[in-house]
Each structure stands twice: as structure tokens, then as C-alpha cells.
């Protein structure tokens, strides 16, 4: 053999020895982290197992029931409120009304700017309003909403057309306003003044004022063309009999949603797309009855929304995506309850009605019950990929999941089966109180992990949903929900006595059974009767202490005060 023979075949030689050694290591390496993570799992799940968390897949598959006694054995229950996406029911719910191309402007008020000398006794019949004074703003809005009339938000949330009113647009006067002022105010200043034509939405493209010069110091001020409530309820009366369905279904006892429970991630869910759409059209067609005067069928509106979340809350297993539609629908029927209250449209039956309605709802405990499911789904989705069988990994189509060691996947999996105590323990659904801090806690846990990689955590970062937020628009929405109860009870009151109480246990018992408590700290909401005979109700907010009835700019800042507003 020839020395430069010689020569490649050692280097060959220590090419290959290298990389057996190389693969020796990665071998190693893949069986210590594997056996690792395979000890910290079995670890894991025997001390939880002990704990009662039954981690048997099997166990949570809903048994059948009888077709005859399903609401989902209706085929078009099963057709519009399972799966995801828009349905043909969803679709056809969708109001044209609501369509942004509609730029048609009403004129709710004619303003006229008197400088120093000018006298407003040549402006006959206008309100006389002072630049500077810190009443003249609210005198605006009384004067422009007395215009306007009564005015509701459709909750669907698009970009314009969102308010219906029960006047027709030929019938609207516009406020006359002579606003006395030392220099003549820019446009944009006028447009800062003048208010929202009703106060109670954070959607300024639905309201948005333009103010047009009318020439000789003079403004037009306009609005968005409402919809009309006649309008609205001619255009969903198509729907009743689909509503009729529903109904009629809904008497059924069991809610089983029919398709394949055999893996976590293929099981059937609520369909979020047409149950909201159902809810909000049922919801702007309450406010218009409402509008009309007419309580009974808004009430008929109302409960129909409120037997829809059988849908959600008699889903099993109970998925998050099931709790937290349940949360937002209830929600919703709770402000559409609000609106009537401000407006003081419902009456004694209706009230009574609604009351029983509202002190059966509790959403704390679908969302703790779905807060546990998912510590068992996302640990069995991610399963298949800890073993050489088929079945389909956590994250699809992943080319990471062949590669990594699979103890990693174990680690992941222990990083969320632990989590889930500390989320469970955040509330008290029994006792319907939310703890924030514990809950602040966990997002901050959240944090930590999604922002430093390790391989134990990453996949349990990708995973793991924001219970945090979850958790904060629960309590939100019950409290919205007790707070309904006690004006419905505070409404009978004031219909059978002719003014509020003084204390909210002037209620008890005939009004209703007890007072709710704030969901926030357990304890009870606060009250008082006003000088002018109205009242103020709050409870106190997220951050735990009482800010006199303060609200904030957030969901997590001030107190949650009455009336709830969009």
C-alpha cells in the first residue's frame, strides 16, 4: 500500500470513528433524556392520579342517548351548531343593514355659535348653552339624545350602522342649540364638545358626529343613519321559523353532539360562528321589542338565548372553546336584560321571569370543568408523539416531534399537568368568588415560560391557552349577571312602591331570596339610593379595592358598575 493510500485511509478511519463516537453521544443523550422525562412523567401522573385526575381517555367520551330525545339527532341542530365556520344559518343571520357602504347621514341637531354681543332672543326656541360651563356638555347630549329618541346598539360588531331607533327618520327634529361663546371655537373643538348621541358604546365609527358649516356662524351636526326598529324586526321575521325549530328542539333532555370522540382534537365542538350570530340577532330583536314597549316578546327573545347555552353547557366533555361561548352568550343576554332595565321597559311578570332565568346561571363552574379537560386532552394530543404508534401528533404536519428526544415531550407534558392546580385553585365556583391574585399569578408563571425557551416548556408554552383572560371575562360577565338579578328585584320594588329601597335588604325576601356577593372577594355589592330617586350599584373590580364606583378604561381597572355598557 502506497503512502498516500495510507494516508486517506487513516483519515477515513478517524472520520469514522468520529462520527461513531458522535453518534454514540447522541445516543446516549437521547436515552438519558428520554428516561428522564419518562420518570418525571410517570412520576407526575402517579401523584395527580392520587389526587382523583383520571387521565383514561375513554372515561370522558360521552355515552350515547336516544336519537328521539337528542337535540342534536335534529339534523339541522347538528348542521348549523357543530363544527367550525360559517353555516347556512349564520349566514343568512348576517343583517344587510349592517353593511359599511351605507354612509346615509341624519341631522340630529342645528348649532349656532353666538360671539359677544350677539343676542340669542332672535334664535327662538334654541337652548342656551355657555362655552365653559361644565354643565353644557351634558345639557348637549340630553338635548341631542331627546332628538334622537330612543336609540339601541345591534351587539353585532361591524364598522357602522350598529344603532336602531324608533323614530322614523321624517320624524326626527333637530335639537336647536345657541352656544355662547368668547371666540369663535375650531371644528375640532366643536366636535370634542358635542357628545355621542347616546353614551353608552365605545364604538365611535357607529356614532361619529361631523359637523358641516351652515354658513353665518351656523353648523349642521350629523350622524350615521340609525336603522329603524320596523325595519330591523320586518327583515329577522324571516327567521321564525328557524327560531321555532330551535325551540321545539331544545325541549329535548340531551345535548350529545354527534361525531368522533376518540381523540381530543376531533371531537365535536359548539359552533361559535352560528351560535353568536343567533344570540345577537335574538339580542338586537329583544332591544326592539323593547324599543316598541312590548316586554313579552322581548322576553320570549331573551329565553330563547338563554335555552341556547344548553348547547354549550351540556357539552361533554367540556371543552374551553364550549365554556368560554357560554360565558360570552350569557354575557349577552345579560346586557340585552340591562337595556330594558334602563329603559325601565320590563314589567312584573316579565321581571319574575327573568329573575328565575338569572339566579340559575353560574360560569364558573363549565370553565374550572374545561380548565381540567384540557389537562387531559392536551397531554393525550400529545401522546401519540411519545411512542411509535399511529395517531396524530399535537402539532400537525411538525417535522420537530420525529426529531427531538421524546422524554422532551414528557417534560412538556409534566409542565402542563402541573399547572393546572394553580388554575383550578383560582376560583371558587361553589361559592361563585374569583381570586385575582392567584390568577395574576398564573400569568405571570405564563409569561415566564413562553419567555425563555427550554425544551421542557415549549410546547406547553405553545399549548397552554390564556386562562388569565379567560378567568377575567368570566368574572366579568357573572358579576354582569348578578348585578341583572338585583335590579330586576330592585325594578319590583320601585313598580310596587313607587321609589328604591334605602338598603338592598329591603329586597329580601320578596324581591328575591338573597343578594348575590361580588365575584371578586365575596363580599357585598355596594348600593345607594341617589338624591333624585335613582340608585348607583357596583362591585368592586379586579384590582380587589373599593373605587367609590370609579369604572376604568380596561376590564381590569375601576369598579364594574351599573348599568353594564357595550
Known amino acids: 500500500m502506497n503512502p498516500p493510500q495510507t494516508k486517506r485511509w487513516r483519515v477515513l478511519r478517524r472520520c469514522l470513528v468520529g462520527l461513531a463516537v458522535i453518534l454514540t453521544l447522541i445516543g446516549l443523550f437521547y436515552t438519558e433524556e428520554n428516561w428522564r422525562g419518562k420518570r418525571a412523567w410517570d412520576h407526575c401522573k402517579r401523584e395527580l392520579e392520587a389526587h382523583g385526575v383520571d387521565f383514561k381517555w375513554a372515561d370522558y367520551i360521552p355515552a350515547p342517548v336516544p336519537a328521539d330525545e337528542n337535540v342534536f339527532d335534529v339534523p339541522e341542530m347538528q348542521k348549523w351548531f357543530v363544527g367550525r365556520g360559517a353555516t347556512e344559518l349564520s349566514k343568512k343571520l348576517a343583517y344587510p343593514g349592517n ?104 364604538f365611535p365609527d357607529s356614532e361619529q358626529i361631523q359637523v358641516e358649516s351652515a354658513g353665518d356662524g351656523s353648523y349642521k351636526v350629523t350622524m350615521l343613519a340609525p336603522e329603524t326598529v320596523t325595519a330591523f324586526l320586518k327583515w329577522s321575521g324571516q327567521f321564525e321559523p328557524d327560531f321555532a325549530l330551535i325551540r321545539k328542539s331544545l325541549q329535548r333532555p340531551y345535548a350529545r353532539m354527534n361525531g368522533n370522540y376518540s381523540e381530543p382534537f376531533d371531537i365535536p365542538i359548539p359552533n361559535f360562528v352560528t351560535i353568536r350570530n343567533t344570540g345577537q340577532t335574538l339580542a338586537a330583536m329583544a332591544q326592539c321589542h323593547l324599543l316598541q314597549g312590548k316586554p313579552e316578546e322581548a322576553l320570549r327573545d331573551l329565553t330563547l338565548i338563554h335555552d341556547l347555552c344548553r348547547i354549550m353547557e351540556g357539552s361533554r366533555p367540556m371543552t374551553l372553546v364550549s365554556a368560554m361561548i357560554n360565558v360570552a352568550v350569557r354575557g349577552l343576554y345579560a346586557k340585552t336584560i340591562a337595556d330594558g332595565l334602563r329603559w325601565q321597559t320590563w314589567r312584573e311578570p316579565q321581571l319574575v321571569t327573568l329573575e328565575e332565568q338569572l339566579q340559575g346561571i353560574n360560569l364558573l363552574p363549565p370553565v374550572k370543568q374545561a380548565f381540567e379537560m384540557e389537562r387531559v386532552s392536551i397531554c393525550r394530543a400529545l401522546e401519540p408523539a411519545t411512542r411509535p404508534r399511529p395517531g396524530k401528533p399535537f402539532f400537525k404536519g411538525s417535522v420537530l416531534l420525529s426529531l427531538i428526544p421524546r422524554g422532551w415531550v414528557y417534560q412538556n407534558m409534566v409542565t402542563i399537568a402541573n399547572r393546572f392546580p394553580n388554575t383550578v385553585a383560582s376560583m371558587d365556583p361553589a361559592s361563585q368568588i374569583v381570586f385575582p391574585d392567584k390568577v395574576d399569578a398564573l400569568n405571570e408563571e405564563a409569561l415566564a415560560i413562553s419567555s425563555h425557551f427550554s425544551p421542557y416548556t415549549f410546547m406547553a408554552a405553545m399549548a397552554l391557552p390564556n386562562y388569565s383572560h379567560a378567568i377575567q371575562t368570566t368574572a366579568r360577565n357573572q358579576t354582569t349577571v348578578h348585578q341583572a338579578l338585583i335590579v330586576c328585584a330592585l325594578e319590583r320594588y320601585h313598580l310596587a312602591h313607587g321609589a328604591y329601597p334605602e338598603t338592598l335588604d329591603a329586597l329580601i325576601p320578596r324581591f328575591i331570596a338573597a343578594i348575590p356577593h361580588d365575584v371578586i372577594g365575596g363580599q357585598p355589592p355596594h348600593y345607594r339610593r341617589a338624591a333624585d330617586g335613582t340608585f348607583a350599584l357596583y362591585s368592586i373590580g379586579w384590582s380587589g379595592q373599593d373605587k367609590g364606583g370609579a369604572p376604568g378604561k380596561t376590564m381590569t381597572e375601576g369598579d364594574w358598575v351599573w348599568p353594564v355598557f357595550p
Open 99 to 202: 353593511d359599511s357602504s351605507n354612509t346615509a347621514r341624519l341631522t340630529v341637531a342645528e348649532l349656532t355659535i353666538g360671539l359677544p354681543g350677539a343676542s340669542a332672543s332672535s334664535y327662538s326656541g334654541a337652548a342656551v348653552l355657555h362655552w365653559g360651563d361644565p354643565q353644557a356638555q351634558a345639557e348637549a347630549a340630553r338635548l341631542i339624545q331627546d332628538a334622537l329618541g330612543p336609540v339601541a346598539m345591534h351587539p353585532l360588531i361591524t364598522t357602522n350602522n350598529r344603532l336602531f331607533m324608533l323614530r322614523p327618520p321624517e320624524e326626527i327634529r333637530p335639537a336647536q342649540i345657541f352656544l355662547q361663546c368668547q371666540t369663535a371655537p375650531s371644528a375640532k373643538e366643536l366636535l370634542e364638545f358635542l357628545p355621542k348621541p347616546i353614551a353608552n358604546t365605545d
